[in-house]
Structure formats: structure tokens, C-alpha cells
């Protein structure tokens, strides 16, 4: 126990912000928001402003380069219209540089403050019933406004930080499609519930439960009811977490059991041998997964992919999509024994795969009916069989992984720019 405290309280330290930080990015946030206000007014529309986010809800976490989340919230008047359109002209009155435009399910703008800062500035619309939102944005309001009056308690705010801090280390952190893992509000209501970090990691590792079911404010008679009311679009997930703000919400729906195994994983290494490098980001050692693949005989093939589409969720979800399109091309000639996907959060990301080489690929034909086409088949295979109505070909196979990601490539570069990857790079 003294061994887990020690750590923790050095992992705090790393998980706060400096006091120097803080001051200047409240002192920004107090002329931006007075600005915006103004651009509101001038504007002539009828919306109110509020900080969201990790920052309002006093859980911000040290990294290297900070956001905060400024939302601007229409009146229910702009309902059906394109909000960000709107901000966006409130904010050109504003004569704001370094303005990037972020495309989402309703766009948002980052506002580039210091190379270390920038604001996202969110469009919302107000709604008095979370069921009329039209974005899941528009619940930010309710979701800062809860973790404000629930979560007074230091010890449990600090609890937060340890599982951002933990999450982000452990790349389980992010609700993105190539994250699928735990928002930083699902963490907040989640070391709230158990009452600490410590007790959160311990219920989630100690776990036996095909999926755990957690409604902290109690907005449902047992767990039956929230299997039998809520969409079940909702409840795929390994975690049902009743968002406290709206009963039809499972705030971690998002959430894969791949990742979340991930996560089971390292908090019952963490609990078993507490280690301040827990909370810190391991590079990955690419020459030692090489080292151990060759150990058994295996082959390892090494991917950088790029693309120019706009970082962060958009640019993940697009080399993610390219990165398990290439594991399937790759399955037609071997067997994968082991792969992994790593993005920067910019606009690459590195992979590899552990590989073992099949003798021989199956190649599907034209149905035995069509005589004209089977001909064809077989004079461009020289061994061919039928199968349920199907003729297919056995192909020998050659070469190794590096030759056939390089052929792969050459042949597929139509394809891979229309999956909007702009480069594929295979390191030697």
C-alpha cells in the first residue's frame, strides 16, 4: 500500500498542471470569452457562452499542448439551423487569426492561442430536455453543471486525473472511432461512482461480469429495466454507464471490448506492481518486436502511413480504416500472428504486423455454369477444382512480406488515394 501511494502522489504531480500554466491560459480565456461575447452582440444573436471541457471541471491534465473548450450556446430559436455557421460569423467580426475550422458531426473551430494553447470554440444549442439535443455537444452544458456540484470532494478530483492520466498512457483514452475507448466525462462520472482511482481500477480488473451496469443517480429500478428500456444501440458496449443527465444515454457506448480489455489489463498489472511508468507513454520498441518474431521464425513487416486529412479524429478514423483494410489484403497470404496500430495525433501513424506465410492461396472463380468464363479461369491457372457450383484456382506462394507490401502498393495506388492515404511508407 505505501508502494501505491508513493506512486500515485508522484503521478499527481505529473498530472497537474503548473500554477504558471494555469494563470495564462485563464488569463487568455477571460479576453477570448469577453470578445467572443461581443462578436455574439454585435452579431445580433441571441447566445450565451460557457466553458466545458477537463478545465471547467477543474480535471485538466498536463500535457503538451492544451485545450479548452469554449461553447457557444444558441437559443432554441437557431434550432434546425447550421450553428457553426453562425459562430463562424460572430467570430470573423472578431478579426481572429490562426482560426482552423474542424469537421465533425456539427463543426467546431480551434482557435490557435500559443503554440502550447489553443481554444475549441463548440456550437451548441440550448435545450431545456437532453431528448430534443440534436448533437451529443449540445448535453455539454448539463454534463459541466453536474461534475460541478457532484464532485467537490479534492480526493476524487484528483482520482480523475490519475485515470485521465492513466487512460492517455495506457492508449485507452478517447471516444474516437480509432480509440473507441474512455471519454474524459465517462472518467469523471466513473471515479466519482467508485470514490476514488483506486477503487475504480480495482472494480474494473476484479470484474467477472459480461457487462457491468452502473446508474449512480439511480434512474432505474434494477438493471433489467435499463436492458429492457434503453436503445439497444446503446448497450453493445462492455460497460453500461447511465449518464446522470439523461437516462437514455449510455455515456459509454463508444467503448470496444477491445480496448476495454486493454484497459482490464494494465490496471490489474498496475494493482499487482504499481510503477510511476504506468502513467507515462511508452514508445514502442519496433526493433524489439522485430527482435522476438524472428526468434520464432516469423516475419515482421513495419508500415508508416500518412494522409492529409485533418488531425485528430478525422485523420485516425481514415488510417485506422487503411490499416484493417491492409490486414485483410495481407490475411490472403499470411497468417497474422500479431499486429499493431499507433497513431501520432497528427497525420500518420505507424503499424506493423507479425506474419507467417501461407504455401498456397485459394482463388475464387465464376460459377461452373458460366463455360465461357471458366475457360478463361483456367487457362490463366494452371490448378483449378469445383466446389458446390464455384471453380476455383490453387495458387503456390512466393516471396516475402516486404515484396508483397511493395507489389501490393505498386498496384493498388488508385485505391489507396481514394481511401485518402498519401503515403505508404514500408521501413527497412
Sequence with gaps: MNKLNSVLAEALKEAKPSDEETKKINSSLKKFLESLRKGLKKSKMNAEVFVGGSFAKNTLVKKARYDVDVYVRFSKEYKGKDLALLAEKAMKVMKLKNVEKVHGSRDYFKVNVEPWFYFEVVPVLSVSNPKNAENITDLSYYHVKYINRKIINSRILEGIMLAKLFCKANGVYGAESHIKGFSGYSLELLVYHYKSF?????????????????????????????????????????????????????????????????????????????????????????????????????????????TKMQRGAIAGSKLLKFYNFVGKEIMRHFEIKDKGFFYNDEQSAECYFILKKKDKEILRGPPTEKKNEVSRFRKKHKKTFSKSGIIYAEEKLSGNAKDFAKKWKNKNKKLISEMYISEVEIIK
Design 198 to 306: 483506486e477503487k475504480f481500477l480495482k472494480a474494473i480488473a476484479k470484474s467477472k461480469e459480461d457487462k457491468i451496469i452502473i446508474d449512480t443517480e439511480k434512474h432505474y429500478k434494477n438493471k433489467n429495466q435499463i436492458m429492457m428500456d434503453m436503445n439497444s444501440s446503446k448497450l453493445e458496449s462492455p460497460i453500461i454507464l447511465v449518464d446522470p443527465t439523461y437516462r437514455q444515454r449510455n455515456a459509454l457506448a463508444t467503448l470496444s471490448y477491445k480496448t476495454f480489455e486493454k484497459f482490464k489489463r494494465a490496471a490489474a498489472e498496475f494493482l499487482r506492481n504499481p510503477r510511476i511508468e504506468s502513467f507515462r507513454p511508452q514508445k514502442v520498441d519496433f526493433a524489439e518486436i522485430e527482435r522476438l518474431a524472428k526468434q520464432k521464425k516469423e516475419e515482421f513487416l513495419h508500415l508508416k502511413i500518412s
